[in-house]
């Protein structure tokens, strides 16, 4: 079963253009990951958060998590050919099963030129 | 080595066949996951291991999935008399820590049961 609500499920941009991936969760979480996968391949980190209304970049990716933490959106901007992939995100729920991971379904991103 | 390695990459088994699968963590990391990942799915969790310990199975199938890590470093996953439902992607992934810390993932192994 999926504990996470990744939206949309595909996306298709022109190169350049921005967009954004949303994950959302019922409960509270401790922490949101997000991952990016190449087809056939494992998963590559992109960004931890864990404070309610944290926000990190790297490189021309940007991924904030809500004040109540149950929502976090990934942002692309100008998306190039590289960041296509999967995108999931991945949610750590804390207490007796820290460090566990329980992903949304993902993403997948196309980017064309 | 640098990285999470899993071996085979590509495994095709018959119905009724045992499989083992490997995991090489990043040395010196304290945790390892394994996960189960279906086509067109994100990862489920199957186990953790913190060193040699197996703190959380709760996620293996059924009693014909067994993995283990004997001496805190490598780990094996085995999967007896395979099914056509066990067909997937099993990720193996290693953290210096249990708590706030990235989780590094191999490239997986894609199990194909004929």
């Known amino acids: 079963s999926q504990e996470l609500e990744q939206s949309p499920q595909s996306l298709i941009v022109q190169e350049g253009k921005n967009l954004t991936i949303n994950c959302t969760s019922s409960?509270?979480?401790?922490?949101l990951y997000w991952y990016k996968q190449k087809y056939g391949e494992g998963l590559i980190f992109l960004m931890m958060?864990?404070?309610?209304?944290e926000e990190k970049s790297h490189e021309k990716i940007t991924a904030k998590l809500d004040e109540k933490k149950q929502q976090s959106s990934l942002h692309i901007t100008a998306s190039q050919p590289s960041h296509a992939g999967i995108y999931l995100c991945?949610?750590?729920?804390?207490?007796?099963?820290?460090?566990?991971?329980?992903f949304g379904r993902g993403t997948q991103l196309t980017v064309w030129p | 080595g640098a990285g999470v390695s899993q071996s085979p990459r590509y495994k095709v088994a018959k119905r009724g066949q045992d499989v083992a699968l490997r995991c090489d963590p990043i040395?010196?990391?304290?945790?390892l996951f394994w996960y189960q990942q279906a086509l067109g799915q994100g990862p489920e969790f199957l186990t953790y291991f913190q060193n040699e310990a197996q703190l959380d199975k709760s996620g293996l199938p059924s009693d014909r999935f067994f993995a283990e890590r004997p001496e805190g470093s490598v780990s094996t996953l085995k999967i007896q008399r395979t099914q056509q439902e066990d067909s997937a992607v099993y990720l193996c992934?290693?953290?210096?820590?249990?708590?706030?810390?990235?989780?590094?993932f191999g490239q997986g192994t894609r199990l194909t049961v004929v």
């Open positions: 991945g949610a750590d729920k804390g207490g007796s099963t820290l460090g566990r991971l329980y």
């Open positions: 992934a290693s953290s210096l820590r249990q708590r706030n810390t990235e989780a590094f």
């Open positions: 040395s010196g990391h304290v945790s």
């Open positions: 409960k509270t979480l401790y922490g």
């Open positions: 958060l864990q404070k309610g209304g």
